[in-house]
């Protein structure tokens, strides 16, 4: 950083649904902010876009907003600034399920699904140049079954858990370096280190989070170092953020993780590391499913509680309190709701021109909100 300019990222999250294995993919921009992100407990949406079906993710980048809706990826342009129905356009790629987008300062971005175009169950991950080239693969990062077959496999780096029905997160650092995917049913997140570009080429996961190498995807006792159903995931190249859903808590690393299993530096939702109960107030969380930073603050969809909790600044901290929480009037609050104060299962999240994103999922719509 110089003088008082940061560098923030900026990234869009597409939640989808993949069948077989969660996972959902967020790309992060990074732009120039002038100040700090400020939002109040219970603070009204300044814009609520509606009609879109099941969102769960969302991402902004060149302007435009792009969801992972409805299996599908669809795209308002530019980024409305009135409440009402945008207009969608649908890229011609059908996504089995849900999954996730995301977009880097350089325009790249990435795709998580499951069973693209029908047929057999494949679950992974694409890569593309750029918002224009949704149709061309970079990156082929996955996981096959037979036609027809839901199962679980974990033989090999290349491999996922695929089980049940649900996709997770993805994120890809400002240059495009680094990729994490939340890979749910595995109980772990992948990381790979400058993926090839070519069509035909198979990342190779460079590092495990949740388990102790890339052949293990076995749940294991809540401690510092392993993972319960993890769905969302952010990471800016040196930090990795975890929405660790299945022990209500989020997991933070300060500095990229050396070897695999490693543990976190510090976790929030919980009281202790060995802890996974579900909570509510300023320092508990129900089932957190994505995370969000623009790299001084941070965001956490905690779907279980319908809120989204905000810390003004990174947290430092074990089990430190958020700030202020959307989607509720205070932190005693977890119902759900359909004005523009309340949320129904909050999903993805992204920052774009000092306003903050939420997929509000079970409503069927996006919510943005201006910072104060």
Not at 122 to 141: E, H
């Amino acid at each position: 950083m110089v003088g008082s300019t940061r560098r923030v990222l900026l990234g869009f999250v597409v939640g989808l649904t993949l069948s077989g294995c969660g996972t959902e993919i967020v790309f992060d921009s990074q732009v120039s902010q002038t100040r700090v992100l400020n939002f109040v407990s219970g603070q009204s949406a300044s814009v609520v876009l509606s009609g879109i079906t099941s969102p769960s993710g969302v991402a902004v980048s060149g302007g435009d907003l792009y969801l992972a809706s409805n299996s599908t990826v669809q795209k308002v342009s530019p980024v409305p600034n009135t409440s009402g129905s945008p207009s969608l356009t649908n890229y011609p790629r059908t996504l089995f399920g849900s999954g996730g987008i995301a977009a880097s300062s350089s325009g790249a971005m990435a795709l998580s699904f499951v069973s693209e175009g029908g047929g057999g169950y494949v679950f992974g991950m694409l890569g593309f140049a750029s918002a224009s080239d949704l149709m061309l693969r970079s990156i082929r990062w996955y996981s096959a079954a037979s036609p027809g077959a839901i199962h679980q496999q974990c033989i090999s780096d290349r491999d996922f858990g695929l089980y049940g029905g649900d996709a997770g997160d993805v994120s890809v650092s400002a240059g495009g370096t680094v990729y994490a995917l939340a890979d749910v049913y595995g109980h772990r997140v992948r990381l790979v280190l400058s993926p090839p570009a070519s069509t035909s080429v198979s990342a190779v996961t460079t590092r495990v989070l949740g388990q102790t190498s890339g052949s293990v995807c076995s749940s294991s006792a809540v401690s510092a170092s392993t993972l319960q159903n993890p769905q969302g995931v952010w990471t800016d190249g040196s930090r990795v953020v975890v929405a660790d859903t299945g022990n209500h808590r989020v997991l933070i690393w300060n500095s990229f993780p050396t070897s695999d299993g490693q543990s976190a530096s510090l976790w929030l939702g919980q009281s202790s590391a060995a802890s996974s109960v579900a909570g509510n107030g300023t320092t508990g969380m129900s089932s957190p499913s994505r995370v969000y930073s623009d790299g001084t603050s941070l965001f956490v969809s905690d779907s279980g509680n319908h809120r989204v909790l905000f810390w003004k600044k990174f947290p430092t901290q074990n089990a430190q309190p958020a700030d202020a929480v959307l989607g509720q009037a205070d932190f005693s609050g977890t119902t759900s709701g359909v004005t523009f104060e309340r949320f129904n299962n909050p999903r993805g999240l992204t920052v774009s021109d000092q306003k903050l994103f939420v997929a509000d999922s079970a409503n069927d719509r996006v919510l943005i909100f201006q910072s104060q």
